[in-house]
């Protein structure tokens, strides 16, 4: 994809941090300890590029999502919107801004309310905020968005069971676009659906994205889902980025020990390169988020760990062993002892 990542940051998020409190007891409920469910994250998000963040169940990817779109409120840190500073909004400027930044959820299942038609689904944002389509323009404007993700604009009346898994996605699509917004939110908009399925939805964010100029956070828990439809990936572990940089940097240059134990497990279609590819089985499971592990949070189960791992917590830059030769090893990777791996060779040309 083309490298929109030079260009100015719709979304810059400094420092973000969600802590929910651990607390035990039924009637006298006490705080017996903190889930840091999102531990420092930065990042920049271009406008008109897409940002993948991957990681396992657990990481914290959902909690960035919902803070973004203001679903929850960060316990530190900031998420600048075009500059400003939108964790410290309210009242109408906080609306105005809700309105730009828009969700996709995962499960289009359970997402969708079974009882609503399509048309009042998509049309539902137009209740919070009139002055986008007004009432009687409203059935074509839900027309148009109907037509718009591939979907016959007779269905308006229909319910979410009348569809399929992909069809309900899309409809979810077609609202988080109603209210015209220029950055998506994606949480795994295509984990709950079959594979021949996943790139229908992926072929039709692109193409929405070209036509309405919209930027994409877009979240997996898989590095193959996102790889071809990011520009840039992050790779996030218990609650932090720990590797960000641009796509062929992070799959064919990976340096963080976590990223290329990540990499060794996705499938690769060519039985040659399958057959070459080094596979990483990591020890243990991971910590609690409510038990971070001292210094580097990874070091528990990375089979480079050495002693200064347990005291100094790596920080998202560009390594400074690596950062003097510039190439694609020179991206932020939050280890130590970043180096460059190539766990999947690349493909041999098919005759
Ligand atoms: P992911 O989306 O990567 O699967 P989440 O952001 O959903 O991860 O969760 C990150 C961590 O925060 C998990 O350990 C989860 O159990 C915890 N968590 C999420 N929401 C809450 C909450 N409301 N209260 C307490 N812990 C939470």
Redesign the pocket.
């Known amino acids: 994809m083309a490298d929109r990542s030079s260009a100015e940051p719709i979304l810059e998020v400094t420092g973000l941090v969600k802590h929910?409190p651990?607390a035990t007891g039924i009637l006298f409920k006490k705080q017996v300890g903190t889930?840091r469910?999102?531990d420092g994250v930065d990042f920049a998000l271009a406008r008109g590029e897409t940002l993948g963040i991957v990681?396992?169940?657990?990481?914290?990817?959902?909690?960035?999502a919902r803070m973004l779109v203001n679903l929850e409120r960060p316990t530190a840190g900031t998420i600048r919107y075009k500059g400003e500073d939108i964790t410290r909004l309210s009242g109408r400027a906080l609306k105005a801004v809700r309105r730009n930044i828009q969700m996709v959820f995962q499960d289009p299942y359970t997402s969708l309310n079974p009882r609503m038609t399509v048309g009042d689904i998509i049309g539902e944002p137009y209740d919070i905020h009139p002055e986008v389509a007004p009432k009687g323009d409203r059935r074509r404007r839900v027309q148009d968005l109907l037509d718009v993700v591939g979907l016959n604009p007779e269905y308006i009346n229909r319910y979410p069971h009348q569809f399929s898994g992909g069809q309900r996605q899309r409809i979810g699509i077609a609202r988080g676009l109603a209210l015209r917004p220029e950055v998506i939110v994606a949480?795994e908009p295509v984990s709950a659906l079959d594979v021949s399925v996943q790139a229908q939805v992926i072929n039709l964010m692109e193409r929405l994205q070209d036509e309405f100029a919209l930027s994409y956070l877009f979240?997996a828990?898989d590095l193959s889902i996102v790889r071809h439809i990011s520009d840039r990936v992050g790779v996030?572990y218990l609650?932090r980025i720990v590797e960000i940089g641009r796509d062929a940097e992070i799959y064919d240059h990976p340096t963080h020990p976590y990223t290329q134990a990540l990499l060794s497990a996705v499938p690769v279609p060519d039985p040659g390169a399958r057959a070459r590819r080094e596979r990483i089985i990591l020890a243990g499971d991971v910590p609690?988020?409510t038990n971070i592990p001292s210094g580097c949070r990874f070091r528990t189960r990375c089979w480079k760990a050495q002693a200064r791992c347990a005291e100094e917590i790596p920080a998202l830059a560009v390594p400074p062993h690596l950062g003097h030769l510039p190439g694609p090893a020179a991206h932020p990777s939050a280890c130590l002892f970043a180096e460059e791996k190539q766990v999947v060779p690349p493909e041999t040309p098919t005759r």
Request: charged share 15%; net charge negative.
């Open positions: 929910y651990l889930v469910a999102v990681g396992e169940s657990g990481c914290g990817k959902s909690t960035v949480d979240i828990h996030m609650g609690s988020p």
